[in-house]
C-alpha cells in the first residue's frame, strides 16, 4: 500500500521558536492535509493543500504542496505552549471518474513546547 | 451541532469478549470510517462507509466488523478481542475532501 514518511517523528523546543515538519511519499497525491491532534482528543484539520505548488496559511502555520506531489511541508512560526500535540499529514488520491479517495495518514510528529 | 460523537470513552475488555463501539455524526455527511491509532503508526484505516447502506474494507479490517445503521450512525464491532486490538479508535465523516474525527474512543483488551 501507500507509504507516507513523515519526519521528524518527535521536536522539543523552546516558546517562540520556529517548527518544520515534513511529509514524503512513495506515490503521487492531489491532496495534502495536515491535521493537529491535542491530547486525549481526535484529529483537527489545520490546512488543506489541493495544487502542486501551492502554499497556504493559516494564522502562524504555512504548508506547501510539493512540486513532485510527493510531499508536503508544515512551518509553524514563533511557538506557543499550546502547538503542543501530535502533527499528521495525509495524501489523498482521487482517481478519476470518482470523487472519493481514502486518506494516507504519515507517523505523526509529537511536538513538545517548553515556556 | 455535536459533530462526530462517539461512545463509549474508555473500555477494558478481556480476550475473547465481543463490543461494539458507537459512532453517530449530525453534519448530514454521506461518508463515514473507523480508523485505529496506535503509537508510532500514525491513523490506519479499518472500515469505511461511502455512503448509506455501503462498507468497505481498509487497510487493517481483520477481527473487525460494521454497520452503517442509517445516514447518522456507522458502529464498529469486535467479536472476540485480542490483545493486538488494544488501541485507540477514532470514527469520522467527511465533507469537503476531509475528515471530521470524533473525539475517540481508547480500548484496552486484557
Known amino acids: 500500500g501507500q507509504q507516507l514518511n513523515q519526519s521528524p517523528q518527535s521536536m522539543f523546543i523552546q516558546e517562540g521558536e520556529d517548527v518544520s515538519m515534513n511529509c514524503t511519499s512513495s506515490s503521487i497525491f492531489n491532496t495534502w492535509l495536515w491535521y493537529k491532534q491535542d491530547p486525549g482528543e481526535g484529529p483537527v484539520l489545520l490546512i488543506a493543500l489541493y495544487k502542486a505548488g501551492e502554499l497556504t496559511s493559516n494564522g502562524r502555520l504555512t504548508a506547501q504542496f510539493g512540486i513532485t506531489r510527493k510531499d508536503s511541508f508544515l512551518n509553524i512560526s514563533a511557538s506557543i505552549p499550546s502547538d503542543v500535540g501530535i502533527y499528521f499529514c495525509a495524501g489523498q488520491l482521487i482517481a478519476g471518474g470518482t470523487s472519493y479517495g481514502k486518506l494516507t495518514f504519515g507517523q505523526g510528529t509529537i511536538l513538545t513546547v517548553h515556556p | 451541532n455535536a459533530g462526530v460523537t462517539q461512545t463509549p470513552k474508555f473500555q477494558v475488555l478481556k480476550t475473547g469478549q465481543s463490543m461494539t463501539l458507537q459512532c453517530a455524526q449530525d453534519m448530514n455527511h454521506n461518508s463515514m470510517y473507523w480508523y485505529r491509532q496506535d503509537p508510532g503508526m500514525g491513523l490506519r484505516l479499518i472500515y469505511y462507509s461511502a455512503s448509506e447502506g455501503t462498507t468497505d474494507k481498509g487497510e487493517v479490517p481483520n477481527g473487525y466488523n460494521v454497520s452503517r445503521l442509517n445516514k447518522r450512525e456507522f458502529s464498529l464491532r469486535l467479536e472476540s478481542a485480542a490483545p493486538s486490538q488494544t488501541s485507540v479508535y477514532f470514527c469520522?465523516?467527511?465533507?469537503?475532501?476531509?475528515?471530521?474525527f470524533g473525539p475517540g474512543t481508547r480500548l484496552t483488551v486484557l
Open positions: 469520522a465523516s467527511r465533507a469537503q475532501g476531509f475528515e471530521f
